[in-house]
């Protein structure tokens, strides 16, 4: 007999990818210009210009057999240092490249960072909403995901909740900050609340509770915010980065793993990575994008048309009686629903052209996701649509 559950996980399209899915069906029947779609993470930015600049150079004047050859399982060495270097620059820690690993993107690098730490049976924290994929991973694992509620209209971390969600079985805790879908970076004051009880639990297990953070967005914030690094914060910690919105390359697969030099047993931990990289087969991330990644490390492609369908959005959906958080980062925007069943109102929305994603399917009942990482243009033409459907909740 197959494995159920991956027939199941084969057969059961994730709500995002059915909507987009919809979208292009739809677009096909009455015109690319007709159809709002909002459903998709997908970068609409091209990448910077030294992206291109980079790869074409690396083609040009490397030794094709060394750059499209096997690297170290872990990645190059020399990428390795790049990354370290820029951390230790960046956010003054003390990392090597013995503490890299490189990967095709966070979702392998959750993946195998989860497989490294957790036994079977454990327990995986994260707050909700939250990105769907995490429970595939967590399973994957052998781990099982907890999902703990955020504070009520800021979807900030509640700190009284976390406590109450630990047990012996806790092994880790995955936090998202941009966070995919709200917007909302964790502030400071909460990320320090939520090490102390990390220590606190740790003492009393007797054994390391892991902090993971998930980092997709960390330079995609506006207006200033700042994104607290964890490793600053809380030593048993772990970075999971990507690449795929900084550069817009999220086709080409590629971010890291970074765990913090202070981490206890810190050879292990880094061994456990390589270990688990290993038996998942996610070894040698590309090695072209590994050099690519390298020489455009701290580059991200041209944020400020994000930040400006932010504010167009924001200020025409509170006017039309939406309620919005007003997102501080990523590229998403979650917006209440103005009928208790979010699935029943994104249904609504669609007879307006309008492709909404119910939040359902990121642990929070009664919102919707907007990805806005779309063209000006598309936000400005879907206004109207957006007002009609508005109208039709004042009716
Ligand atoms: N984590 C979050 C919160 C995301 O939003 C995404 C992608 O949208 C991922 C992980 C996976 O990203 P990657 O393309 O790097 O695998």
């Known amino acids: 007999m197959l494995n159920q559950r991956c027939v ?18 739809r677009k096909a029947e009455i015109g690319e210009d007709k159809v709002f779609d909002f459903s998709l993470g ?3 930015v091209p990448p910077p210009a030294e992206l291109e ?45 013995n503490d890299i690993y490189m ?17 079977e049976g454990d327990e995986v924290i994260t707050f909700v909403p939250c990105f769907p994929e995490y429970s595939v991973f967590a399973a994957q694992a052998g781990a ?36 995919n879908p709200s917007g909302v970076v964790y502030p400071e004051s909460s990320i320090r609340a939520l090490c102390d009880v990390l220590r606190e639990h740790s003492a009393k ?28 914060y809380y030593k048993n910690s772990i970075v999971c980065y990507s690449f795929s919105k900084s550069l817009s390359v999220p086709g080409e697969r590629i971010g890291y793993i970074a765990v913090s030099s202070e981490a206890e047993d810190r050879g292990n931990v880094y061994a456990a990575v390589c270990g688990a990289g290993r038996s998942l087969g996610y070894v040698c991330a590309p090695s072209l994008m590994q050099q690519v990644c390298a020489k455009l490390i701290g580059k991200t492609s041209d944020i400020s048309a994000y930040e400006r369908n932010r504010d167009v959005l924001c200020s025409a959906l ?22 208790p069943d979010a699935n029943a109102f994104a249904e609504r929305a669609k007879k307006h052209e309008l492709l909404l994603v119910p939040g359902d399917d990121f642990g929070a009942e009664g919102y ?15 206004l109207p649509a957006f007002r009609a459907l508005a109208e039709e909740y004042k009716k």
């Open 144 to 179: 099982q995901l907890i999902k703990v509620k955020t504070c009520d209209g800021t979807f900030d971390i509640d700190v009284a909740a976390f406590r109450s969600a630990l047990t012996p079985k806790t092994k880790a805790v995955i936090i998202n900050s941009p966070n």
């Open 368 to 382: 919707v996701r907007i990805a806005y990482c779309v063209s000006p243009d598309m936000i400005e033409r879907s």
């Open 42 to 44: 997908n970068p609409s």
């Open 318 to 339: 509170t006017s039309y009686g939406f309620g919005v958080v007003k997102p501080q980062g990523a590229f998403y925007l979650f917006l209440k629903s103005p009928e």
């Open 205 to 232: 297990l007797g054994s390391p509770v892991y902090l993971i953070s998930d980092e997709p967005y960390r330079e995609l914030v506006y207006g200033g915010e700042e994104v607290p690094y964890v490793m600053n």
């Open 53 to 97: 600049e980079a790869m074409l150079g690396l083609i040009k004047n490397s030794d094709p057999v060394n750059l499209y050859g096997y690297t170290s399982a872990q990645g190059a060495p020399g990428v390795r240092r790049a990354v370290a270097e820029y951390i230790n620059t960046n956010f003054g820690n003390h990392v090597t490249e």
């Open 8 to 25: 199941q996980l084969g057969k059961v399209r994730s709500v995002i990818r059915e909507l987009f899915e919809y979208g292009n069906a």
């Open 103 to 119: 990967t095709c993107g966070a979702a392998a690098a959750i993946t195998i960072t989860l497989c490294a730490l957790c036994n």
